[in-house]
């Protein structure tokens, strides 16, 4: 008996659990299909929006804008539909419970969402003179050299510009050349530099700069 009567419960829980999801696929089925579409613009409505995330809450349903703001979706007759992109106010329509068409068409403008941010202490020291200080405490391989006015001086500038990576404009730059250079090979003779007048004023500059001396 006690077997039937857990079977019984088992098939009574499965009774109640199905009867909801089947009067919720009733009332859907029995609500027409809506084609929802529009354009979504900025709060000044100048620019499109691509990207927004469209959805219909709890029903699987959902797409997002395109390049040019527009977004297309089946809804039904009733849904709530959730417009939300990171930076801008969350917005919700309404679709009418009633509908004599099967087509609506929006102009959504988003405004933009200002969030309040906690403030920052970008450097901690209290003043640049206790900032310098503790600078300098730290435990370099060179020392670095400071003028009267308490700068870095040229000379320690340079010493550490040398041991640093290229920075992306000097890689672009070295790249354009290698490419003028292969241009000037393949149509061209490579121009002599040995008479060339700015070349000889950078490698007189960089003597005085001492770049070629040999380094520690």
């Known amino acids: ?43 000044d409505s100048t620019d499109a929006v691509p990207g927004v995330n469209v959805y219909v809450p709890k029903k699987g349903r959902g797409t997002s804008s395109g390049r040019y703001g527009y977004f297309s979706l ?41 969030i309040a941010l906690a403030e920052i202490e970008v450097m901690p020291f209290p003043s640049e003179e206790e900032f310098k200080r503790q600078l300098l405490a730290m435990n370099y391989d060179a020392p670095m050299a ?11 500038l340079l010493r550490y510009a040398a041991g640093m990576d290229a920075s992306g404009n000097e890689n672009w730059r070295g790249f354009q050349q290698g490419q003028m250079m292969q241009i000037q090979d393949r149509y061209g003779p490579r121009p002599f530099t040995l008479v060339d007048p700015f070349a000889w004023s950078r490698f007189i500059q960089s003597i005085k700069r001492g770049d070629l001396k040999k380094r520690d």
Do not use: W
């Not at 499965?14 to 929802?36: H, S």
């Not at 009733?78 to 068409?101: E, H, L």
């Not at 400071?146 to 320690?156: A, K, V």
């Open 1 to 43: 008996m006690k077997i039937k009567f857990t079977h019984l419960a088992i098939i009574l829980l499965g009774i109640c659990f199905l009867l909801p999801q089947e009067k919720a696929n009733a009332q859907d089925t029995e609500r027409k299909v809506i084609q929802l579409s529009g354009i979504i613009l900025n709060a």
């Open 74 to 114: 089946p809804v039904l007759e009733g849904d709530s539909v959730v417009f939300s992109f990171i930076g801008m106010q969350r917005q919700t329509y309404k679709v009418p419970a009633v509908m004599n068409d099967d087509k609506i068409s929006l102009i959504l403008t988003m405004q933009t969402d200002e």
């Open 146 to 156: 400071m003028d009267g006015r308490g700068s870095l001086s040229p000379e320690t």
